[in-house]
């Protein structure tokens, strides 16, 4: 018994005090540390490194109170930039689960006990700091673990205002969510939240009210907001001062400051389609089945135990939560490859499930189970738990930890020849950080086509507004980019200064840059391998593609010819990781004699990795679905129909797959089921054009006119009904801009606008330029 | 302040101890990459050398390997040289001072050897762009132009940046000092009495958010 209390005693002072919180973020340091990506990563990364290190303008809302705060880790001079910036998303991450402690902790003291009991909370929070979203955001650059940062401080402020711990605290949080929505702007929307907590209840103690009622208080929060909200100023200031290296969305007025930060390139995905029931429900399903996959089924019970024991303490605290989770839900609601978009919704939700667990604790204890058995449990779970959850994630720190996003990028760029254009994509931030940050090439002039686009952004490029051209990108574009160079020269090269050989850069949304450059141009440009698809399809024939083909798996051999591949083994679930790892798997395999052989290893370690990353984790990549294109350029139409089939059973929720799959059955001559499919397609990604387009050109071809135009204008129809108004464009142009395409010649148009550039075009030798001015 | 003291003690500690770590941890790696670098140099592959050794800057820090790895990567690019593979020289070169810059932070790191390399680079394209039949003295021209391009470039303005960090990182903590001044536990300020305890920090508050809005413009 004397042993029982004794390490009983140790147990507690071990794990009962702040100490062991502040323990627990230094192991959380070092561990993001050691996972952190060593250098500018993917995604966001390179532009975020980019804006931080210069100060310039990142992507709408431009994040000015990141770029600020990040750029004070730039000048410590350990490791590269790229490091550097990840370490500071690392020190975000693991203070924001200290932050969470002691939030926690304070909300276990609403039962008046001041002792500090603190030793459940460390069940829950390792695994909070090692879910999968919290540990990615936390080992990237990235803006969204400073921004749960700021969620957590923000409900602190609240908190400790309620618990009667003096008002400053209320208006620290009203200058703390200030600068907030400069880190991410989505936190503005979480306003009702803020204003449920400051009005729902008065404070517990002391004396709250303070001579100004509470108009007089939102007066103040409202100054004190927009002190900090002042932050954005760096937009405004930055892109007025002059040329900085990168400016997205060309910031410098007051216009274009209002149309970045209010990020109206993304208000449809964000926004608009949450009113479309049908939609709604079917993403529901999604979101749920992450929110489970997140908490599993057993935290539920957890979870209504913290809300039943907070709605006695706190009931705003309790509401507020729940209304957070439903606007961030709401807001991302169609991002669903996002997890890190879903931060706030996994932190409150979590809240709810750790205070939980405390009542669980409390209710053993009630059932006068040995404290020490009860805290040794406690342990017990968090080194299997914890250490089971570290060290998967420890072994997936390679999808971040290669060098694979330098290495990719660094041979095309370094032997671009002497003064260069390259016109990228905008969310293509690559080859930005091998010019700006590791200034390899200051002789070549990397544009990224946000920059040069006046007016901004695809929106409001209506065809009355802006003839536009259409690069859709075929999955393989990302593959061969280089072989865009032989139009775009001669494209660009009448509009950009003489003697400047011009690489494009692989862009679906590139229209803008052309619009910009050749305002008077207005044409439908369908890429395939080549031009059209007609040229495409007799490459097939005549042997160009397989020559092509060769090509590239040639350059894949030089790497399998070294002995040390630069792409990371363990490559993780996503896109480029999935086409990555088995390649450089593939490659590393000397006994391949073919490039079929090749093409053997790399396609079974591919499915290999579906089933080891894909599968279990539920990550929605389309990983089958490059096997099957494979296949489908083999040839090999019978297998590429049933791999997609799987596909699709595995998740019916991937367009591409669908419209893969009517692809193939289309060349296997089975027209209905290949137009059931390609439709299929167009209403699951609705955001996704390039289907559409395909899907009408193929109803006109093997229906009728008649039936594409219909089905063009029902897809218009709905569009407009659900607001989603830039989509609503995009389907207008392409029903009135399909005459210029050859398949589509015999479209009736009402408009003369576009009779007259199908006259034009008819008569032109050169189809892609079709100039069609009023 | 004496409330929060050990608070503040505690964070203090653990930051060090976490530079002391990331130090440490740049080291370990740094030797790792100069390690496989040298292997593969001494196996004549000269592109996976390169690589390692650009990798071992990535884990710059102002001691140790990662020097070690950029005077290397030197002399490798000089070996190319004088062993005529040109091409082999410039990727090295362009290796060098990729990882270089990217390890910059309010200095440029190894300059020296940033300096020795831009004309071996600025040589090869200008030969690259004029072609073969282009005369010594074109082509030297040419590599004039390319060298005051690369040795002006990226422009660094971190005078201004610190200033502008400096001016929003006091206007944040004056803020946050004003409110702690102006809103009490209890009561409303008497703002006759707050302002005369809060005035220097008024004044600290306008002049920072001044330094950041001018800084910026220049920065």
């Known amino acids: ?774 | 302040m004496n409330k929060y003291k050990k608070q503040i003690m505690i964070v203090l500690s653990i930051a060090a101890a976490f530079f002391a770590f990331w130090a440490g941890l740049m080291e370990y790696r740094a030797s790792g990459e100069l390690e496989k670098a040298r292997a593969f140099r001494e196996a004549s592959n000269y592109e996976a050398a390169d690589r390692h050794y650009f990798q071992a800057l990535n884990w710059y820090a102002p001691w140790g390997s990662s020097q070690t790895a950029a005077e290397e990567l030197m002399e490798l690019g000089r070996e190319h040289l004088g062993q005529g593979r040109h091409t082999q020289a410039y990727q090295s070169f362009l290796r060098l001072r990729g990882g270089l810059m990217a390890a910059r932070s309010f200095y440029l790191p190894r300059a020296d050897l940033i300096e020795a390399a831009n004309p071996f680079i600025a040589l090869y394209l200008a030969e690259q762009k004029l072609g073969p039949q282009a005369s010594r003295d074109e082509i030297n021209a040419q590599a004039q132009l390319y060298l005051q391009l690369y040795a002006e470039n990226p422009p660094i303005g971190e005078g201004w940046h610190f200033l502008t960090i400096a001016g929003f990182l006091g206007w944040v903590i004056a803020g946050f000092r004003l409110i702690a001044i102006f809103f009490d536990n209890r009561r409303l300020l008497n703002v006759r009495q707050r302002f005369q305890q809060g005035r220097a920090v008024i004044l600290l508050f306008i002049c920072a958010y001044g330094l950041w809005l001018f800084s910026m413009t220049r920065a």
């Not at chain 1, 930039?81 to 939030?103: D, K, W």
């Not at chain 1, 449990?377 to 570290?390: E, N, P, Q, R, T």
């Not at chain 1, 006109?700 to 135009?709: E, G, R, T, V, W």
């Not at chain 1, 408009?751 to 008569?763: E, R, V």
Request: glycine share 6%.
């Open chain 1, 1 to 774: 018994m004397m042993m029982d209390n004794k390490i009983s005693k140790k147990l507690n002072c071990i794990f009962n005090s702040d100490n062991s919180l502040y323990f627990l973020f230094f192991c959380l340091l070092i561990f993001y540390s050691l996972c952190a990506t060593p250098s500018v990563g993917w995604r966001d990364g390179p532009e975020l490194v980019e804006t931080a290190v210069y100060l310039d303008i990142a992507h709408p809302a431009g994040f000015p109170t990141y770029n600020l705060l990040a750029k004070i880790f730039c000048w410590i001079p350990l490791g590269s930039l790229g490091f550097r910036l990840n370490l500071f998303s690392a020190v975000a991450g693991a203070a924001t689960v200290l932050l969470l402690g002691f939030f926690l902790k304070k909300i276990h003291q609403f039962d008046g006990k001041k002792e500090t009991k603190i030793s459940w909370l460390f069940v829950p929070l390792p695994f909070f700091a090692l879910c999968q979203g919290i540990w990615l955001a936390s080992v990237e650059v990235e803006v969204y673990s400073l921004n749960l940062f700021f969620v957590i401080a923000l409900l602190g402020c609240a908190l400790l205002w309620y618990d009667g711990y003096g008002q400053y605290w209320l208006y620290f949080g009203g200058f703390l969510y200030g600068l907030a929505c400069g880190n991410h702007a989505s936190l503005a929307l979480y306003l009702p939240v803020l204003l449920i907590l400051t009005f729902w209840g008065q404070p517990n103690k002391g004396d709250g009210e303070t001579g100004h009622g509470r108009l007089g208080r939102v007066f103040i929060l409202a100054a004190v907001f927009l002190v900090g909200l002042s932050v954005y100023l760096l937009l405004l200031v930055r892109g007025q001062a002059g040329v900085l290296p990168f400016n997205f969305g060309d910031v410098h007025d007051l216009e274009t400051f209002w149309y970045h930060i209010s990020d109206q390139k993304d208000s449809d995905y964000h926004t608009k389609s949450i009113l479309n029931l049908e939609k709604l429900f079917f993403y529901l399903n999604i979101q749920s089945k992450k929110l489970f996959h997140i908490f599993f089924i057993v935290g539920i019970p957890f979870v209504l135990w913290g809300i039943k024991y907070l709605w006695e303490k706190y009931q705003a605290l309790v509401v507020s939560l729940i209304l957070l989770v439903f606007i961030n839900l709401g807001f991302f609601f169609y991002w669903i490859d996002g997890s890190s978009a879903f931060l706030p919704s996994i932190l409150a939700i979590f809240i709810f499930l750790s205070v939980g667990l405390g009542q669980f604790a409390r209710f053993l204890i009630h059932l006068s189970i040995s404290r020490t058995i009860i805290v040794a449990g406690a342990v017990a779970v968090v080194l299997a738990g914890g250490g089971y959850f570290g060290l998967q994630r420890f072994c997936e720190r390679d999808s971040e930890a290669g060098f694979t996003a330098n290495e990719m990028f660094w041979s095309d760029f370094a032997e671009f020849p002497p003064e260069s254009l390259t016109v990228q994509s905008s969310n293509y931030f690559s080859f930005l950080a091998l010019q700006y940050i590791y200034s390899v090439r200051p002789d070549v002039s990397v544009i990224n086509y946000s920059s040069v686009t006046v007016p901004k952004y695809t929106p409001q490029l209506t065809p009355q507004k802006f003839p536009m051209v259409v690069f859709p990108l075929l999955p393989d574009g990302a593959l061969m980019p280089r072989m865009h160079k032989e139009f775009a020269s001669s494209f660009f090269s009448v509009n950009i200064d003489a003697g400047k050989d011009v690489f494009f850069q692989y862009s679906f949304d590139v229209n803008p840059i052309i619009q910009y450059l050749r305002p008077d141009l207005n044409y439908l440009w369908q890429y395939r391998l080549y031009k059209d698809e007609d040229a495409s399809k007799k490459a097939v024939e005549d042997g160009e593609y397989a020559k092509l083909m060769e090509q590239l798996i040639s350059t894949f051999t030089k790497y399998a010819a070294s002995t040390d591949p630069p792409f990371s083994k363990k490559a993780p679930a996503y896109l480029f990781y999935m086409l990555l790892s088995p390649l450089s798997v593939a490659l590393e395999n000397e006994d391949l004699k073919s490039s079929e052989e090749l093409l053997t290893v790399f396609i079974n370690e591919f499915i290999k990795n579906e089933e080891r990353y894909i599968v279990p984790h539920d990550v929605k990549v389309n990983a089958h679905g490059y096997y099957a294109e494979v296949l489908y350029r083999q040839g090999r139409l019978a297998e590429a129909i049933s791999v997609l089939e799987k596909v699709i059973a595995l998740d019916p929720s991937l367009g591409i797959a669908y419209y893969q799959l009517g692809r193939a059955l289309l060349e296997n001559g089975q027209i209905d089921r290949a137009l059931e499919a390609m439709c299929k397609a167009t209403i699951i990604d609705e955001f996704h054009l390039l289907y559409l387009h395909y899907y009408v050109r193929e109803l006109s071809k093997h229906k009728s006119l008649n039936d594409a135009s219909a089905f063009l204008d029902e897809r218009y129809a709905y569009y407009t009904k659900n607001e989603l108004h830039y989509f609503a464009s995009l389907v207008d142009y392409y029903r009135n801009c399909v005459s210029l395409d050859p398949e589509f010649e015999d479209v009736p148009s009402g408009n003369p606008f576009l009779n007259k550039a199908l006259k034009m075009g008819q008569s032109s030798n050169n189809s892609l330029l079709l100039p069609i001015t009023q």
